[in-house]
């Protein structure tokens, strides 16, 4: 995810002022070296949150997963797996989000219905665990993970800790989550930005801010100063509205002419998302086939198959034993 830079040149196209569904949009301030993505998901945020039912409070947590996970995983230049998985002790104990390249992305949440009615509004649902970003491109390259401590910090902050900690680039996230209401009824939709300082001299990154673990306890600690075409970036990234991230009705280059019209900005060709599990027949039946004959015995139900539902799509499949071998 480090070092990202488009690398398909500008083409000029007719700039709509409604937004574009299921899409993530790269872009670039070279004035102020700053290079992003802005992502919208409307169809394929709604499908996979109504798939499951679930209440509105694990929607918005998950849907915040999937902008995130889009604005991440669409860095992969080829073939491969981007997953987001958090692990924590709240009453949503589980969120996993997979993109796998180019386009598909698939979710689910895992949550204690109980712990979770019991809840006070705005409280931090995850709890204290972890976040996990890895990346599979397969048996010839390496598998990536990084992983950050979630303390109550929600997805934004925690995403934020991972950039300083793991890429150590200047990063600045924005996520939102909205349900959208219209005459034909309530959709889900979510939003989200990324901008990242990737100037062309390393050193005007700047250290990671952090103080050296080796100083006295007494030494006073001064963090470097940050360079002034970042903070001119952070500032305007700090104006975004929630609703601007969510709304319909306003394009992703009207939204990044907004913030970027003085120092100008560059948007590169538009990559789409759909929801698409990766589940099959096939798949499932290997599964099932990796188990020993008595434990795939016990999974026999009460109509003399095996029946095995998709966490993430929700799909049943019922195989015969007999089949299995």
Not at 246 to 260: A, G, I
Request: with cysteine; aromatic share 6%.
């Amino acid at each position: 995810m480090s070092g990202w830079r488009p690398d398909n040149a500008p083409q000029s196209r007719v700039v709509s002022d409604r937004g574009q569904d299921d899409t993530v949009l790269p872009f670039a301030v070279e004035r102020l070296d700053v290079r992003g993505r802005i992502v919208r998901l409307g169809p394929s945020v709604d499908e996979i949150l109504k798939r499951h039912a679930y209440p509105p409070a694990v929607a918005r947590i998950l849907g915040e997963a999937l902008a995130l996970t889009v604005m991440l995983g669409s860095s992969l230049k080829i073939a491969g797996r981007f997953q987001l998985q958090t692990r924590g002790d709240g009453p949503v104990d589980m969120v996993v989000v997979d993109f796998d390249a180019p386009d598909r992305l698939r979710a689910f949440a895992r949550f204690d219905a109980a712990r979770l009615s019991q809840a006070p509004s705005g409280a931090d649902l995850l709890g204290a665990g972890h976040l996990a970003f890895t990346i599979d491109q397969g048996a010839e390259a390496a598998r990536y993970q990084g992983v950050v401590a979630l303390t109550g910090q929600g997805l934004e902050e925690a995403a934020h800790q991972y950039f300083r900690q793991s890429e150590q680039i200047p990063t600045q996230v924005r996520l939102a989550v909205a349900q959208h209401v219209t005459t034909e009824g309530v959709s889900w939709r979510a939003g989200g930005l990324l901008v990242q300082f990737l100037p062309s001299a390393s050193e005007r990154r700047g250290p990671i801010d952090l103080p050296p673990g080796d100083a006295p306890a007494s030494a006073a600690y001064e963090p470097p100063r940050e360079d002034d075409a970042w903070t001119e970036a952070k500032a305007l990234v700090g104006t975004v509205e929630d609703h601007e991230l969510v709304d319909p009705t306003l394009s992703s280059e009207r939204l990044l002419y907004r913030l970027f019209h003085e120092p100008g900005v560059k948007v590169f060709e538009p990559q789409g998302v759909r929801d698409a599990c990766r589940c099959s027949d096939e798949s499932v039946r290997n599964m099932l086939l990796g188990f020993s004959p008595q434990e795939r015995e016990e999974m026999v139900g009460d109509d003399g198959r095996i029946g095995v539902t998709c966490e993430f799509c929700s799909t049943f499949r019922a195989f015969d034993p007999s089949d299995l071998g």
